[in-house]
C-alpha cells in the first residue's frame, strides 16, 4: 500500500451543473493499493488509519487526476508548428504526405515513440487517438503503447475517396483489418479499440456502413470521427451526401452516433445535430487550439450545453499546437471570452473538469479514471514548478486553491509536470535539475 501526500483537487462532478464542483484538499493522502484508490481524506486522518503503507510525499507541488485527451492524432506529431492555412490545405500540403510515410512500421514506431513519450510527459494519462491508415502502424502503436502503461483508446483510420491514393482502403478491407486489430488488442492491457473514419468527406456511405458492422460486432469499441469543423468542409460534405439533412446525418444513419461515440470539433454545428447528439449521449471533442490555429472558428459551447451535448477537450495534434492539456484549457477559455454574451464564462473548475472527469464520461470510463473518488484509478499528475520561474513565484503567493488552480491552467507547461501515474505505476518523471543529459 502506498500512501501519497500532496495537495490535491479534483471535479467527481461538472461545475456546469454543481455549484462547488471543485474539490480540494490542502495536505491531503490518497491510499493506493494495486492502483487503485482505497481512501482519500486529510493526510493525517488517513495515515491514522494505515500507519504501514509506505508514504510519497508530494508536498510543493499539486496532485490532479491524469489529464484525458479526447482528440489527438498520433501520425501527426512531426507536422506541429504547420501555421498559415485552413483545414483542407492543411491536410493537402502538411499532414498527409506525413501520414503516408507511416506505411514504413520503422518510420511508425519512431513516431508512436515520440507521440506516446509527448503525451506521459505534458501529463495527459489516457488520450482517445486519432490512429493511423495503416494496419501495421497500427499494431506497432498498439506494441508501443502497451509498453508505456498509457491508456489509450485507438483505431485505424479509414478512408475510401479524395485524400491520397495510397491512404485508401475498401470497405471489405476496412472491416477485415478492423476487426482484426481488435481481436489483437480491444480490452488488451490499457487498450481500447475505437473504429475511426476519418471524416465523412473521405468515407463513402459503404465505408460509414463496415464500420457500422463492426460497431454493431463489437458494441463495447468506442467511435471516433470529425464533424462540423470547417465551412468549406461542411460544404462538400454536404454536396457528396445530397440526400443528408446535414453533417451528422450520414453518420446517423450507419449506426455510428451512439453514448460511446466522440465527435471533434462541431463548431458550426445545426440545431437537429446537438439534439440528435444529446439524445444518444454522444461527446464533442472540443480543440480550441487547433480551431484558432486552422481559423476553423469559436466553438458554440453555450449551445452544447443547453442542447445537453456533453463536452470534454482534445488538443488535436498536429492541427493543435501541442501536447498540453493545460494549455488547451487556457486557450477554451480564451475563446469563450472572445464570443461575449454568447459564451460560457468559465473558471479554473471548469477548466480541470473539461481535462479529466469529462473526457472519462466521453470515452465511458467514467467508473474508472477522471477524479479521485475511491475505486478509481489512481491516475495522476503532479505538477511541480522548477524553482523560481513565474508559475512557483505566482503560486507562492495564491491566496486559495482555485487561483492555484488558475495559475497552473494560465502559466504551466510541460517543464512543470513532474511525475505521472497510471494505475499506480509511474509512466514519467521529470529529469531532475542538473542532472540533464549534457550538463
Ligand atoms: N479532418 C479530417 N482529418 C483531419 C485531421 O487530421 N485534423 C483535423 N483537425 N481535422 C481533420
Ligand atoms: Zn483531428
Redesign the pocket.
Known amino acids: 500500500m502506498t500512501l501519497y501526500r500532496a495537495t490535491f483537487m479534483h471535479t467527481p462532478e461538472s461545475p456546469f451543473t454543481a455549484p462547488d464542483a471543485l474539490q480540494v484538499q490542502e495536505d491531503g493522502g490518497l491510499l493506493v493499493e494495486d492502483g487503485r484508490i482505497l481512501a482519500s481524506g486529510p493526510y493525517a486522518e488517513v495515515r491514522a488509519n494505515s500507519p504501514r503503507a509506505e508514504v510519497v510525499d508530494l508536498r510543493g507541488g499539486v496532485l490532479l487526476p491524469g489529464f484525458i485527451d479526447t482528440h489527438v492524432?498520433y501520425p501527426?506529431v512531426r507536422v506541429l508548428g504547420g501555421l498559415g492555412m485552413q483545414?483542407l490545405e492543411w491536410?493537402d500540403k502538411n499532414?498527409l504526405p506525413e501520414e503516408a510515410r507511416l506505411s514504413d512500421p520503422t518510420y511508425a514506431r519512431a513516431v508512436a515513440r515520440e507521440f506516446l513519450s509527448a503525451l506521459a510527459s505534458n501529463g495527459t494519462t489516457t488520450a482517445l487517438v486519432?490512429g493511423s491508415h495503416y494496419a501495421s502502424a497500427m499494431e506497432v502503436f498498439f506494441e508501443e503503447a502497451t509498453r508505456t502503461g498509457l491508456r489509450v483508446v485507438a483505431g485505424q483510420v479509414v478512408s475510401d475517396r479524395l485524400l491520397r491514393p495510397e491512404l485508401h482502403t475498401t470497405p471489405e478491407r476496412a472491416y477485415t483489418e478492423g476487426k482484426a486489430l481488435i481481436e489483437r488488442w480491444h480490452g488488451v492491457g490499457r487498450a481500447l479499440y475505437a473504429v475511426t473514419p476519418?471524416?465523412a468527406?473521405?468515407a463513402s456511405e459503404a465505408l460509414l456502413d463496415a464500420c457500422g458492422a463492426l460497431m454493431r460486432e463489437f458494441p463495447d469499441v468506442r467511435f471516433t470521427s470529425?464533424i462540423n469543423?470547417n465551412p468549406r468542409?461542411v460544404q462538400t460534405v454536404l454536396e457528396l451526401f445530397p440526400g443528408a439533412r446535414d453533417y451528422l446525418d450520414p453518420y446517423e444513419q450507419a449506426g455510428l452516433v451512439t453514448h460511446r461515440s466522440v465527435l471533434?470539433?462541431n463548431v458550426h454545428p445545426t440545431d437537429r445535430e446537438l439534439g440528435v447528439m444529446a439524445a444518444h449521449r454522444c461527446s464533442a471533442a472540443h480543440?480550441p487550439c487547433?480551431n484558432s490555429a486552422?481559423g476553423s472558428g469559436l466553438f458554440p459551447l453555450r449551445r452544447h450545453l443547453q442542447a445537453g451535448v456533453h463536452v470534454a477537450l482534445g488538443t488535436?495534434v498536429g492541427?493543435g499546437t501541442g501536447f498540453s492539456m493545460l494549455k488547451e484549457g487556457l486557450q477554451a477559455y480564451f475563446m469563450q471570452q472572445l464570443l461575449g454574451t454568447a459564451g460560457v464564462p468559465l473558471g479554473p473548475a471548469h477548466l480541470l473538469y473539461l481535462s479529466t472527469r469529462a473526457g472519462a464520461q466521453a470515452l465511458d470510463l467514467g467508473d474508472l479514471t477522471g477524479d479521485f473518488g475511491v475505486g478509481k484509478a489512481f491516475d495522476a499528475v503532479c505538477l511541480r514548478p522548477p524553482e523560481g520561474t513565474t508559475l512557483d513565484t505566482v503560486l507562492n503567493h495564491a491566496d486559495s486553491p482555485e487561483r492555484m488552480l488558475a495559475d497552473l491552467f494560465t502559466l504551466g507547461t510541460q517543464q512543470d509536470v513532474a511525475q505521472v501515474w497510471v494505475g499506480g505505476d509511474p509512466v514519467y518523471r521529470r529529469v531532475p535539475a542538473g542532472q540533464e543529459v549534457g550538463v
Open positions: 492524432h501527426q483545414l491536410l499532414t486519432f476519418r471524416f468527406l473521405s470529425h469543423e468542409e471533434a470539433h480543440c487547433s486552422l488535436d492541427g
